[in-house]
């Protein structure tokens, strides 16, 4: 998984408190979130002394706060060394807002920026017995749209979505072993029927960052889906959107793949990727159209 596993964030817990709401500020609260708010999956183990300089206060204050917030079990000494990483109780805490969490409803905002942003049909989609399941749909509002439904299965060989969800597989062979139940089932100009190349396809798309589907799974539609990474790190599900081939060019699949990648960010983090590392600035990730739609590339038409 590559392109979805190389950086981290710090860990961001610091409060936003309206400047209308001063009165109730309380000095130590904030001492002791910012204290929180030090460490990072860069680094994770801090010394008394390391956070006071962050921090820009006194040792002995600081040294007050983490033996507070250690009895608490939000911070905990480690074996043999003076310094302190996150306790425990800040994964329990965190457990019980992922547990509350729904992909579907978390999904719906970066759904429908994604749609107003590309002006085309977007869907939230899970692997389930080898197939791309829709889950969610946000129509564009245009007159020619794809024709799909959630809650349907769709063929994963043959959709963005779906090729997305079988290029991050925890076990590669799985993928094998679905298309071994399934098949490549020819559906259009450009489906792909070979494993070789699927394979090979499913490389590109760990390494560009994004899939496409190139009138692959009905002719004369294109789409483009990106993973959306859990707090494990793992791919849970994928986001994209797709339409007409005469309004998704190739002159746009970098634009668009920009905003599929953007908005599958955004909802890993909201799913809690972020503090996993689970993902790779977009930036880093796009190849130009030029690597897709070149001559010598196997879906030129």
């Not at 708010?37 to 600081?62: C, D, N, Y």
């Not at 911070?75 to 457990?95: H, M, P």
């Not at 560009?208 to 990474?229: F, S």
């Not at 668009?256 to 880093?284: F, K, N």
């Amino acid at each position: 998984m590559r392109n979805v596993m190389t950086t981290s964030v710090p860990l961001d817990i610091t409060p936003d408190i309206p400047m209308d709401a001063g009165k109730y500020r309380i000095q130590a609260i904030e001492r002791a979130v910012a204290i929180l708010g030090t460490f990072s999956a860069q680094e994770p183990e801090l010394g008394v002394s390391e956070i006071a300089s962050r921090l820009g206060l006194h040792k002995s204050t600081v040294h007050r706060f983490v033996v507070n917030l250690e009895a608490a079990g939000f911070l905990e000494r480690t074996r043999n060394t003076a310094r302190y990483r996150l306790g425990l109780r800040i994964f329990e805490l965190g457990s019980l807002v992922l547990k509350r969490m729904n992909l579907w409803e978390e999904a719906l905002p970066y759904l429908e920026r994604l749609v107003t942003e590309s002006g085309e049909t977007g869907h939230l989609a899970v692997l389930v017995a080898g197939e791309a399941v829709y889950v969610e749909k946000v129509e564009a509002r245009r007159s020619l749209r794809i024709p799909s439904a959630i809650g349907r299965g769709y063929p994963a060989h043959a959709t963005s979505l779906g090729k997305t969800l079988l290029a991050h597989l925890d076990d590669p062979a799985r993928v094998d072993e679905i298309i071994a139940e399934r098949g490549l089932t020819k559906l259009a100009p450009n489906t792909i029927t070979d494993l070789e190349r699927l394979h090979s396809e499913l490389r590109e798309i760990r390494e560009r960052g994004y899939a496409v589907d190139d009138e692959e799974y009905e002719e004369g539609l294109r789409c483009i889906g990106a993973p959306i990474v859990g707090h494990t790190g793992q791919v849970v599900a994928a986001i994209g959107m797709g339409g007409p081939v005469t309004r998704v060019t190739p002159e746009r699949v970098d634009e668009l793949g920009s905003l599929v990648m953007e908005a599958a960010e955004g909802l890993s983090r909201r799913m809690g990727a972020g503090q996993s590392g689970a993902y790779a600035p977009t930036e880093l990730r796009v190849r130009t159209r030029e690597h897709y739609f070149n001559t010598d590339n196997p879906k030129e038409r």
